[in-house]
């Protein structure tokens, strides 16, 4: 059977963690012999984004009942068209609430936040990051069908165009559960989950008012930009923003964080990040155990500094 893949899109665009999910299942496909079967619901976006990274087939699901997100609605959406004994998901916070109610539909082994493609296809196994990544093990499924979350910027997205084909399935899911109550969006201009670069910072920075340095540096580096739990919890940057075990969990290659302790909590969010650079003037500071690099001093005038001379070097 083929590889199928969950192609997640937002408001109908595909996002990053779409096409590493696609590049994912491509991989599986080329060791199985198989073929990659991507299912998408409502998009907007052409199917051509999809088979750019291997996707042969593509279901576009219809229904004006989903334009609202319900993981058991999506579930039940997928379980209709999915034909597959390996089905990829992105790690995202709606996929991965999708992921374990199909599992339960299929009676299929669930394995998430896998970090590389499989070792094995029978059994089915696979390193992933476990507690709070803070470690690794590798998992084995041994039922008659697996679901993969892949973590975000772990496998990467590889360009692999193949000539596919479209087929739309008209359904009639029924979502008479889903309320939405609000739904806040992230006020950077970059989703911070799928950002290759985050520059963060902490209670360091003393108020709201002197973010504009943080922003001024992540326009700089084309990054997005996070904050630590307790910056959040008052008021100065948004929820959408906190990163850490509570809040989002991040992999970029670069992460970058001013005045921010390191605290368990907020180190098991970013802990799979590349590469860490830690600023803050407490030589002290137990974030700077974790980092690859780090910077004992005033931020007010390192990050000023920094800025200007990333600035004269991109000309």
């Known amino acids: 059977m083929a590889v199928f893949v969950y192609a997640e899109n937002i408001n109908g665009v595909y996002k990053k963690a779409a096409f590493e999910a696609v590049s994912y299942a491509k991989a599986i496909a080329d060791k199985a012999g198989d073929t990659v079967t991507a299912i998408t619901v409502n998009p907007t976006d052409s199917s051509d984004l999809l088979y750019k990274y291997g996707a042969s087939n593509v279901i576009n699901i219809k229904d004006e009942g989903l334009k609202n997100f319900s993981a058991k609605a999506f579930a039940q959406a997928v379980n209709e068209v999915v034909d597959g004994n390996i089905i990829v998901f992105p790690h995202t916070t709606d996929a991965s609430s999708i992921a374990p109610m199909l599992a339960v539909m299929k009676n299929y082994s669930l394995i998430t936040n896998t970090l590389e493609a499989p070792e094995s296809l029978s059994p089915f196994q696979v390193k992933r990051k476990a507690f709070s990544g803070k470690g690794f093990m590798h998992a084995k499924a041994e039922g008659s069908g697996v679901i993969v979350t892949v973590s975000q910027n772990a496998f990467g997205v590889k360009e692999n165009t193949v000539s596919g084909s479209e087929e739309v399935k008209n359904l009639s899911v029924a979502n008479e559960d889903t309320k939405v109550i609000s739904h806040e969006q992230s006020s950077g201009k970059l989703d911070l989950k799928e950002a290759e670069i985050v520059v963060s ?75 860490i650079v830690v600023i803050n003037n407490d030589p002290e500071a137990p974030f700077f155990k974790s980092a690859d690099y780090g910077v004992v001093g005033d931020a007010f005038q390192i990050i000023p500094a920094l800025t200007e001379k990333i600035k004269a070097i991109k000309g």
């Open 201 to 275: 910072a902490g209670r360091g920075m003393k108020g709201p008012e002197n973010w504009g340095m943080i922003e001024e540096l992540a326009n700089v580096l084309g990054a997005a930009t996070a904050c630590s739990k307790p910056v959040s919890d008052i008021g100065w940057r948004p929820h959408t923003e906190h990163v850490g075990q509570t809040g989002k969990a991040i992999a970029p290659n670069l992460y970058i964080a001013v005045g921010i302790s390191g605290a368990i909590q907020h180190l098991a969010g970013v802990n799979s990040s590349k590469t």
